[in-house]
């Protein structure tokens, strides 16, 4: 079972992208962070996906 902690942040989340598509969410990321990456994900190796 969910802590309700854990889906009370996922409810907020959610509310705030709300209509959103993917690359509008990382385009706003990006704007807002703008030395930071947009999207990351892990190689192979450092804790990634095998």
């Not at 992208?17 to 190796?45: M, N």
């Amino acid at each position: 079972m969910a802590d309700t902690g854990i889906l009370g942040v996922r409810a907020e989340i959610e509310a705030e992208i709300a209509g959103l598509t993917v690359c509008e969410q990382l385009r706003r990321t990006a704007e807002d962070h703008p030395d930071a990456p947009a999207y990351s994900d892990p190689a192979e190796g450092e804790g990634g996906p095998p």
